[in-house]
């Protein structure tokens, strides 16, 4: 059920220079939350900026009601959150998002991110890993200063890859390519991504040709993030320029079949 809550700020963690990850006590939120869901953020206490901010789901714990979301600083509204201190309270909706990553029927799950798109996919891991799935994690990143949660998904993988563009840590290349050499090798059953657009099409169009199922999150940009304002649109893969046919990625999304849109 999706719920607006006055979380506390229980921890701050300041993750790269421009990046933090936020621990807030909401228990209501985290009843039902799944992986891929997010929650949307009031980021100011004034109209300015007066549209919330969605930030997907990080981490969950039941037993404890805490939630946690990692975000990087953009502009004004995520400025506006990063200098919030522990102790204060956050405006929260959530837990918001119908298509969520779903991993049961399947055994070998390879999961994939790009950059700051890693953060929805460690709930996705930590929950597959329970379940005894095997999960063989590919992480991509720019280059060595951009690399992050490496020690968390080591934790959550029974396989972690770690990729840099420039080679300057780890292995060299992109992400995509580890992958590809896993599903030659017949490793996996199916994929699930998070990362910006063009790493998006590059797995969207390897799953197509491997005839292996992928659900991939789509972070695209939102206004009311509850399906009023129609800011979020996406093309279905059916869509023409005669009949065109949208997806919304807050109510249908943010997590799709990758075959049923067109990005
Ligand atoms: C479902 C969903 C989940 C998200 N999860 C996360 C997350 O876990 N962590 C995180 O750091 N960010 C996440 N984002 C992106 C985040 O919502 C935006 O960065 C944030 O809203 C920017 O707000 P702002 O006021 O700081 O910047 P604005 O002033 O609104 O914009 C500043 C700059 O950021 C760009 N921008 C704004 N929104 C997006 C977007 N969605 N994608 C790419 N560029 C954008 C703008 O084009 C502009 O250049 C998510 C977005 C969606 C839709
Ligand atoms: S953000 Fe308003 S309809 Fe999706």
Redesign the pocket.
């Known amino acids: 059920m999706v719920v607006k809550v006055q979380a506390k700020l229980l921890d701050k963690i300041k993750l790269k220079e421009n990046i933090y990850h936020f621990k807030v006590e909401a228990p209501e939120i985290v009843k039902t939350a799944k992986p891929g869901n997010?929650i949307e953020i009031r980021?100011s206490n004034n109209t300015d900026?007066f549209i919330r901010?969605?930030?997907?789901i990080?981490n969950i714990d039941k037993n404890k009601g805490i939630l946690e979301?990692?975000?990087?600083?953009?502009?004004?509204?995520?400025?506006n959150l990063s200098k919030k201190n522990i102790g204060e309270e956050i405006d929260i909706i959530g837990p918001l998002?119908n298509g969520t990553f779903k991993y049961n029927e399947y055994q070998n799950i390879a999961v994939i991110g790009g950059g700051?798109g890693v953060?929805?996919l460690y709930e996705l891991c930590k929950e597959a890993k329970e379940d005894n799935k095997h999960v063989s994690t590919y992480l991509g990143f720019r280059s060595k200063d951009f690399v992050l949660l490496e020690k968390e998904f080591k934790k959550v993988s029974d396989n972690l890859i770690i990729t840099t563009d420039d080679g300057s840590y780890a292995n060299t290349g992109f992400a995509i390519n580890y992958l590809e050499e896993d599903i030659n090798q017949g490793k996996v059953s199916s994929i699930y991504a998070c990362g910006p657009l063009p790493m998006l099409k590059a797995i969207r169009k390897l799953s197509i040709e491997k005839n292996i199922p992928c659900q991939i999150s789509l972070?695209?940009?939102?206004g009311c993030g509850l399906g009023v304002c129609l800011g979020?649109a996406v093309k279905t893969a059916e869509s023409s320029k005669e009949n065109p046919q949208y997806w919304h990625?807050c109510k249908g999304g943010?997590v799709f079949n990758a075959k049923l849109v067109e990005i």
């Open positions: 997010f980021v900026p901010r969605p930030i997907s990080h979301f990692i975000f990087q600083i953009k502009g004004e509204g995520t400025k998002g700051i953060f929805p972070e695209e940009r939102m979020c990625v943010p």
